[in-house]
C-alpha cells in the first residue's frame, strides 16, 4: 500500500533526510522511532505534501505521489493527525467533523461525526464548543476524529499522545488500538516504545535522516540494546 523509497528532503541547504526506505502493506500499523529531531516528523510531512521532495519516491496505492499537492494527497486516502494537533481555532467541535467527513471509497460503515462522538464522549459534549475552547486532549480527540471522517486508508499519526495528561494518553492508546483492531491502517511516529511494540507490527527507527534499523516488534521488544543505542531509552 505504501512504498518510500530512497526519500530525501532539505529545508532550503539544509538537508534533513538522506534516503529513508520504508514500506507498509494494507491493514498494517508501523511505526517510524528515534531521537528528537532526527527527521520523523519531516519524513510525515513528506508523506502528506507539506514538505517538497528533493529526491526518491512515495508510492501510495499503486500510484507515485511524491510531488502531488497535500489535499490530492488527502483526498487519495492518506491523512495526517499532525503535531501539535492543528485543531481550527474558530471552527466548533461539531464543524471540524462535518466540513471533513467524506466517504470516497464507499466503506460499508464509515466513520461519520456520529461514529468519532461514540469513541469519544467528551468529544459530543463539546461538540458546540470552538477548537480553541478544548483542553489539549480534546484537542488530541479531534485531531484524531479530524482525520478518522475522511474515511482515509492510511491513518498517520505525529506524536498524537504529547503533553498529555496519563489517563488522557491511554486514552488515546485504546483508540489506536481500536482502530487497529478494526483493520486501520496506521503510520505512528510517538516516544513510548513498549506501547508501540503492543500495537504495532513493523518499525522503522532514523537517526539524522538515515533507517538504522527495522524489524518487528518481536525483534525490537528482544533487544533492548536498540532501544538504547537509537533511542536514548
Ligand atoms: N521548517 C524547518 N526549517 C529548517 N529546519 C527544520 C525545519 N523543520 C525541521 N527542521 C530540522 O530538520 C531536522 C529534523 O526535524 P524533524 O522535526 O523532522 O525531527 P523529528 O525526528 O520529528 O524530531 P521531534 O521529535 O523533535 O519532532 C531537525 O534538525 C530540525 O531542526
Not at 500495537?199 to 524489524?215: F, K, M, N, P, Y
Request: proline residues 4%; neutral net charge.
Amino acid at each position: 500500500m505504501l512504498e518510500i523509497n530512497d526519500l530525501e528532503v532539505a529545508y532550503g541547504p539544509s538537508q534533513v533526510l538522506f534516503g529513508i526506505d520504508l514500506a507498509m502493506a494494507e491493514g498494517e500499523a508501523a511505526t517510524l522511532l528515534g531521537r528528537n529531531g532526527m527527521g520523523k516528523t519531516t519524513t510525515l510531512r513528506a508523506l502528506c505534501g507539506l514538505e517538497p521532495v528533493r529526491a526518491g519516491s512515495i508510492r501510495f496505492a499503486g500510484e507515485r505521489i511524491d510531488g502531488w499537492r497535500p489535499d490530492r494527497i488527502g483526498r487519495a486516502g492518506i491523512a495526517l493527525v499532525p503535531e501539535g494537533r492543528q485543531c481550527f481555532p474558530n471552527l466548533t467541535v461539531d464543524e471540524h467533523l462535518v466540513a471533513f467527513f467524506a466517504n470516497r471509497r464507499s466503506v460499508a460503515t464509515p466513520w461519520t461525526p456520529a461514529r468519532v462522538y461514540e469513541l469519544f464522549p467528551r468529544l459530543a459534549e463539546r461538540r458546540k464548543n470552538l477548537g480553541n475552547q478544548l483542553s489539549g486532549g480534546e484537542q488530541q480527540m479531534l485531531a484524531i476524529g479530524r482525520a478518522l471522517v475522511t474515511n482515509p486508508r492510511l491513518l498517520v499519526l505525529d506524536e498524537a499522545t504529547e503533553g498529555l495528561a496519563p489517563l488522557i494518553r491511554d486514552e488515546i492508546w485504546a483508540c489506536l488500538g481500536r482502530l487497529r483492531g478494526e483493520g486501520q491502517s496506521v503510520l505512528v511516529v510517538d516516544k513510548y516504545v513498549e506501547k508501540l511494540i503492543a500495537l504495532a507490527d513493523r518499525h522503522t527507527i532514523i537517526e539524522r535522516g538515515q533507517v538504522v534499523w527495522s524489524g518487528s516488534s518481536v525483534e525490537l521488544d528482544a533487544d533492548h540494546g536498540i532501544w538504547h543505542r537509537y533511542l536514548g531509552i
